[in-house]
T-cell receptor
Framework: QKEVEQDPGPLSVPEGAIVSLNCTYSNSAFQYFMWYRQYSRKGPELLMYTYSSGNKEDGRFTAQVDKSSKYISLFIRDSQPSDSATYLC??????????FGKGNQVVVIP | DSGVTQTPKHLITATGQRVTLRCSPRSGDLSVYWYQQSLDQGLQFLIH???????AKGNILERFSAQQFPDLHSELNLSSLELGDSALYFC?????????????FGPGTRLTVL
């Protein structure tokens, strides 16, 4: 079983829709949870960072962590064409090594 | 711009050769991490250095080595290159304070082994 599972299927949504992404994980030691956005041929850009369970909101982005279910989510409200990118979940325990999901390619259609 | 710099942007070389990738962390960051990104494996952690000392190793091949210098820049050395080593190599840095693990990535080096 992989440490982090993220269904890598592409996602196409119309502009203004809500984008919903999620990851599951198996390592109970994970306590730091992140979402990165990666544009084609660029480095991953840190979008959201949360510690332990709960919700965090930053503008149009909301990250949710449910440690009891080992499940994290990212929601993008009022999606824009500029949100078209690959979104990667990442997590770590106390050793600072990030374990990544495979990523979801999101396309927002104008 | 994350503040992490990597050189070169692109590298094309032949099998059996050796290359060196360079990374400069954000100002003030003591930790440097190296990751490999390939289509089939995704982003994989290779190695972590903190203030010049190796702190953790991931799925790093014996043909690969890294070091962090006193000025905190880091180099990843890849030797006896194989076709399968073709990938994007990213460096990330963080403050490495207790409980602080936000890692900021550089633009990457695209390695092509022919």
């Amino acid at each position: 079983q992989k440490e982090v599972e993220q269904d890598p299927g592409p996602l196409s949504v119309p502009e203004g829709a809500i984008v919903s992404l999620n990851c599951t994980y198996s390592n109970s030691a994970f306590q730091y949870f992140m979402w990165y956005r990666q544009y084609s041929r660029k480095g991953p850009e840190l979008l959201m960072y949360t510690y332990s369970s709960g919700n965090k909101e930053d503008g149009r982005f909301t990250a949710q962590v449910d440690k009891s279910s080992k499940y994290i989510s990212l929601f993008i409200r009022d999606s824009q064409p500029s949100d078209s990118a690959t979104y990667l979940c990442a997590m770590s325990g106390g050793n600072n090594r990030l374990a990544f999901g495979k990523g979801n390619q999101v396309v927002v259609i104008p | 711009d994350s503040g992490v710099t990597q050189t070169p942007k692109h590298l094309i070389t032949a099998t059996g050769q050796r290359v060196t990738l360079r990374c400069s962390p954000r100002s003030g960051d003591l930790s440097v991490y190296w990751y490999q990104q390939s289509l089939d494996q995704g982003l994989q952690f290779l190695i972590h250095y903190y203030n010049g000392e190796e702190r953790a190793k991931g799925n790093i091949l014996e043909r690969f080595s890294a070091q962090q210098f006193p000025d905190l820049h880091s180099e990843l050395n890849l030797s006896s290159l194989e076709l399968g080593d073709s990938a994007l190599y990213f460096c990330a840095s963080s403050e490495r304070r207790a409980g602080k693990n936000e890692q900021f990535f550089g633009p990457g080096t695209r390695l092509t082994v022919l």
